[in-house]
Every structure is written in C-alpha cells, then in structure tokens.
C-alpha cells in the first residue's frame, strides 16, 4: 500500500516553477523520500531522493519538511517536456525490493 | 550510457500463445526487476532477482507466469499461455547494491496485447 498522499494533478506555465506536494506522514526515520516521474510511453526515471536534508541536482531539488511529514519536488524551469505522471515515494533504508507507485500527480505544463 | 534494454517494444499475439518479454539490465547491477503496469492496479512489482537468484516472486500473479536470469546481463519473462487479462505494460529495472540509497533504473517496457 502507498504511504503517500498527492494531488491528482496541477497545472504550470512553461518557464515558472514547478511545485509538486507530497504528504507522508507516517514516515519513519529509516525511510527514504524518492521522487520518480513516467512520461508518455515511457518507464519511470528516476528524479531525486533524500533523507533528512534538502538534496538538488540537475534535475531537481527536494525539501523535506523538519518532521519530515511532507515534502515538494521543484522543477525551478518547467518545460513541456516535464509534462508527466510525478510519484513520491517512501522506501526504507535497507531495503532495496518494492518500489511501491502510488497514483501520483500528473502535471500538465501548458506553454 | 546504455540504460535497461527491453524487447520487444510491442507485442500482439492471440490468447493461448507463449509469449517471451526479455530484458538486458545496466552493465554491472546486481538486482533486477520486473513490474507490470495496468490501468486498473498501476505499478506492480511481480518479481526481482539478486545476483541472478530469484528472491521474492510473490507478485507473480499465477503458474502461467515464470521469469529466469540465466546470466548477469539477461533475463526473461515468459507467460504460458497467454490470456487477454494479461494486456500490460511490463517494465524491467535494475539497480545497483543492497541500499535503497541506489535508485531503480527502469527500461521503456514491453506493451502487451493479447487477442
């Protein structure tokens, strides 16, 4: 079962940041927060994951709220190429089996 | 740098029909794994290998299903025989060591119709 809550779908304009919610609230300290994203036709690409501590790349950048009950994934400059299915995933530190996909947000970027 | 490789892309066969999904995962990862993904029940993992060696196959939905990974660089997914609740998408994807600190890299899927 998905330990995970999102909205269904968001909109955002070409160029703007991109702001996806996530709410975990039973999560426990040995749990990591993975973010995934499914194109159209396409597997699942893995984003960005964390723990405690904000994490960027060049994709993206995750913050985990202090009690780590939420978090939100930043596109900081979306593109219509963004536009796909957004899964936030809580997964346990030492376990590397059940990538568990809830349903997601499906983010549509309009130009 | 090749990422999961999966073949065929499409495929449509009649119910009752064998048919093979195959998968080549990242030169070097040492789990492999196969998930279907259907409209009504989303993502599931069906099973996943360590090492070549099956370790949890328990989301394999019955006997028709069987998977192998006869060596580190393939594996096979086979269902016998086919029946039409077995439209899917299936997706392999392999990752690297024992944390889940190592993400799960997935192919672009087989999409499976069966008349």
């Known amino acids: 079962d998905a330990k995970t809550t999102q909205p269904t779908s968001m909109d955002c304009a070409e160029g703007r940041a991109a702001n996806l919610p996530c709410n975990h609230s039973t999560i426990s300290g040995n749990e990591y927060v993975y973010w995934y994203r499914q194109i159209h036709s396409q597997g699942p690409q893995y984003i960005i994951h964390g723990l405690k501590n904000n994490e960027t790349n060049e994709m993206a950048s995750l913050i985990i709220t202090e009690d780590r009950k939420s978090s939100t994934l930043i596109l900081p400059h979306a593109t219509l190429r963004d536009t796909a299915v957004y899964y936030c995933i809580v997964r346990p530190v030492y376990n590397t089996d059940k990538l568990i996909f809830g349903t997601g947000t499906r983010l549509q970027v309009f130009p | 740098d090749a990422g999961v490789i999966q073949s065929p892309r499409h495929e449509v066969t009649e119910m009752g029909q064998e048919v093979t999904l195959r998968c080549k995962p990242i030169?070097?990862?040492?789990?492999l794994f196969w998930y279907r993904q259907t409209m009504m029940r989303g993502l599931e993992l069906l099973i996943y290998f360590n090492n070549n060696v099956p370790i949890d196959d328990s989301g394999m939905p019955e006997d028709r299903f069987s998977a192998k990974m006869p060596n580190a660089s393939f594996s096979t997914l086979k269902i016998q025989p086919s029946e039409p609740r077995d439209s899917a998408v299936y997706f392999c994807?392999?990752?690297?060591?024992?944390?889940?600190?190592?993400?799960?890299?997935f192919g672009d899927g087989t999409r499976l119709s069966i008349l």
């Open positions: 994807a392999s990752s690297l060591g024992r944390l889940s600190n190592q993400p799960q890299h």
């Open positions: 030169s070097g990862h040492d789990y």
